[in-house]
């Protein structure tokens, strides 16, 4: 696994634990009261509007920063499935196998013509022909 691999997996982890923390605390944390009061005297406390809105941001903020981080995440672990950097062991087994398949064409020889019509045999012999259908008198 390469540097970047690392940084990255460690990154979108990192910024998948903080999204859904933020976003916990978004979900966990009860909403001030924003107006209290009689029909026709209403009050507006502008610090629990605020504090509401700052809610909401945090869900937002923390869904946002969670879908980043499994992006990050996912994106890193495709390029390391399919990135070649093989090990020297693999390499060597890699490399054996080819030697392998090399060896095993060489002693093949492979038919480059037709054969002519008295020149070629069928696989058949004659034996002799059993039936293993029953019978109809059954």
Known sequence: MSEFDRVGL???IVLML????????GFLVSPKVEAFGEDDFVVVDSHAVQFNGALDIC???GAIMFCIGGTTLAACLLMSAFAKSYSKEERYLQQKFKERIADLKAHVHPVTKAPTPG?????VTL???QNVQPSSET
Do not use: N, Q
Not at 18 to 25: E, F, I, N, S, Y
């Open 59 to 61: 869900k937002l903020a």
């Open 10 to 12: 460690i990154s979108g």
């Open 119 to 123: 020149e070629s045999k069928i696989p």
């Open 18 to 25: 903080t999204g859904m923390t933020v976003l916990a605390v």
């Open 127 to 129: 034996s002799k022909v």
